[in-house]
C-alpha cells in the first residue's frame, strides 16, 4: 500500500512547518507529501500565521528533501493560467528530480476568489475550463522539443508555444483527478489522468465512486489505446492516540469546517487505521492520503509510522485492478 500524508497549510502553517513535517515524511518512511491548495481558511479557523503558496512551497520543498513525491491535492483550476502551470509544474519536476503528482481540481470555494479577486464563474464553467487546462497542461508537455504547441479553445488560446521547459518524468507528472462527481469527473479521469482519487469520504461511498470511474474506462477505450489502468486512491482523516484521551484530543479539531470535509475520521487506536486502509485496499484503493489535521503533530506521524505502516507495507489491492481502471 502507496502511504502518503495530507494536510492544509491554509488552516495556518508557515513554510517552516511545512519543512519540519516534510523531514520527518521523509525520514519515516512514507511515500509522499501532498497539500491543499487553498489561499484562506474556512469556517472558525483564525488561520494564522496566513496561507503559503502552494507552488512556491513545493518548489523549495523539492530542494529539500530527496526521496518523497510531493504535490498538490488539489490545485484549483481557477487560479491559475494553464500555460504558466505547465511551465510551474514542469520546473519544480525537474527541481525535485521528477517527484511531482499534479493533482488538480475545477475549484469550490468561493469565498477565497472574492477575497483576492479571482473569478469564480458557474460550476459548469469551472469544470469546463478544468477540461482544457488537462488539454492544454498535456498537450504542452508532450510535444516534441524543438516543436511548437498550439491550442484554440472556448477559454485559451495558445499560438505557437514552445513548450517548454519539459518535466523530467515522461510524458509528464501523474495526474491527480479525483471528487465524488457522477459524471463529468469519472470523465476527466479516465481520459486524463494517472490516479483517480476519492477525497476522504466512507468505504461504501468510495467503493461507488471506483466503480463508476472503472465502468467509464472502460467505455472509453483506454485499456486498448495502451494506457496503464488508474491509480485508485482514497483519503482518510486520521486521528490515532496511544490512548483513547489522545485519540480525542486530536479528533478535537475536525468539528471545524475543513477544505474537504470528514466523512467517518479514524478516531482511536493504530489498529483502527490498519483496519481502515485494509477495507480500502479491499475495494482496490492501491494508495492511501492520511489527513493530519496539525501539521505540527509530529508524534503522531511517527505513532502511524512505527504502529500502522509495517502492518499495511504489504496490502495490495484485491479488486480487479488488472482490468480497465
Given at each position: 500500500m502507496r502511504t502518503s500524508i495530507f494536510v492544509e497549510p491554509h488552516r495556518g502553517a508557515s513554510y517552516d512547518d511545512q519543512l519540519r513535517l516534510a523531514h520527518a515524511v521523509e525520514a519515516l518512511g512514507f511515500e509522499g507529501l501532498l497539500r491543499a491548495d487553498h489561499y484562506q481558511s474556512m469556517g472558525d479557523v483564525d488561520g494564522l500565521p496566513g496561507p503559503t503558496d502552494a507552488w512556491l512551497t513545493l518548489a523549495a520543498l523539492s530542494r529539500e528533501t530527496s526521496r518523497i513525491r510531493l504535490g498538490t491535492l488539489v490545485t484549483s483550476a481557477t487560479f491559475r493560467p494553464p500555460g504558466p502551470l505547465a511551465i510551474m509544474a514542469a520546473q519544480v519536476d525537474q527541481m525535485s528530480g521528477g517527484r511531482l503528482d499534479l493533482g488538480i481540481g475545477a475549484g469550490w470555494y468561493e469565498r477565497e476568489h472574492l477575497s483576492y479577486g479571482l473569478p469564480f464563474p458557474p460550476t459548469a464553467e469551472r469544470f469546463d475550463r478544468l477540461e482544457e487546462q488537462l488539454a492544454i497542461l498535456t498537450g504542452l508537455w508532450s510535444t516534441p522539443v524543438g516543436q511548437t504547441f498550439d491550442h484554440q479553445g472556448r477559454y485559451w488560446t495558445l499560438t505557437g508555444a514552445p513548450a517548454l521547459p519539459k518535466p523530467l518524468q515522461q510524458p509528464g507528472p501523474p495526474l491527480i483527478v479525483g471528487g465524488k462527481g457522477a459524471r463529468r469527473t469519472p470523465e476527466l479521469a479516465a481520459r486524463y489522468a494517472t490516479e483517480f482519487n476519492m477525497p476522504f469520504r466512507s468505504v461504501t461511498e468510495t467503493a461507488r465512486a471506483f466503480e463508476r470511474v472503472r465502468a467509464v474506462s472502460a467505455q472509453s477505450g483506454r485499456a486498448a489505446s495502451g494506457r496503464a489502468p488508474l491509480v485508485l486512491s482514497a483519503?482518510?482523516?486520521?486521528?490515532?492516540?496511544?490512548?483513547?484521551?489522545?485519540?480525542?484530543?486530536?479528533?478535537?479539531?475536525?468539528h471545524a469546517k475543513s477544505a474537504l470535509p470528514p466523512e467517518e475520521p479514524v478516531v482511536g487506536s493504530p489498529g483502527l487505521l490498519v483496519d481502515r486502509i485494509a477495507e480500502f485496499a479491499g475495494i482496490g484503493a492501491a494508495r492511501v492520503h492520511l489527513r493530519l489535521s496539525d501539521l505540527t503533530d509530529l508524534d503522531q506521524l511517527e505513532l502511524i509510522a512505527t504502529e500502522v505502516l509495517p502492518h499495511i507495507a504489504d496490502l495490495q489491492p484485491t479488486s480487479d485492478t488488472t482490468s480497465p481502471a
Open positions: 483519503g482518510i482523516v486520521v486521528a490515532i492516540g496511544r490512548t483513547d484521551a489522545e485519540a480525542a484530543r486530536r479528533a478535537a479539531p475536525l
